[in-house]
């Protein structure tokens, strides 16, 4: 029987990062240790970025309560000593305390991180880029832009509930006619209004 892709990534990278073997880095090796576990087992399509990491980064008090639920409990069975480095030097043995723990709270915060980039984060993105696509696609029939003051453009209207800022029609969109500024903005409605 092959053990579950979310509960094998949760007892691998929950238990690399209490192991903590590196002086930075281990938070980063750490999501991407559940980027690959998934990938290895096949969880998400091959080729697509799952970005579960995004949630957990989102998700940071849960992250670190999730943790604090097996570590809190060993830390008065751990003799350590601060470093100069501004980290720690354990004095004990501790192999034990890591090599059978309960992954319980981790693999249940995983899960959750999981369902909410399936169900929220990528469903919201795809719509993001497709509503990107179709106007880009729309504006390249009215005005010939370079990709980089497009992606600008785009950026600008969606920070700026779909209308061009003062200084943004001054500088960076200055060559727009006041007709044009108008359609572009209508362009960006319309993706919205749907």
Known sequence: ???DPVL???ALAFGFVYIHPFEDG???LHRYLIHHVL???????????????????DKIEDYRKALETYSRRLLPHIRWQ??????????????????????????????ECVARTVDVDLPMETAFLRRYDHFRAQ??????????????LFRFLHQNDGKLSKRARQREFAA???????QIEAIFASLNAG
Do not use: C, K, W
Request: hydrophobic share 45%; net charge negative.
């Open 1 to 3: 029987m092959e053990l």
């Open 8 to 10: 094998a990534a949760a």
């Open 26 to 28: 281990n938070g980063r």
């Open 39 to 57: 990938s290895q087992r096949g969880f998400n399509p091959q080729g697509l970025v799952f970005p579960v990491s995004a949630v957990i980064l």
């Open 82 to 111: 601060s470093t100069e480095g501004g980290n720690v030097t354990v004095l004990n043995e501790t192999t034990d305390f890591y090599r059978y723990f309960d992954a319980t709270p981790h693999a249940e915060f995983l899960f």
């Open 139 to 152: 504006l390249l029939v009215m005005v010939d832009m370079p990709d980089r003051l497009i992606d600008l």
């Open 176 to 182: 727009f006619t006041d007709n044009e500024a108008s």
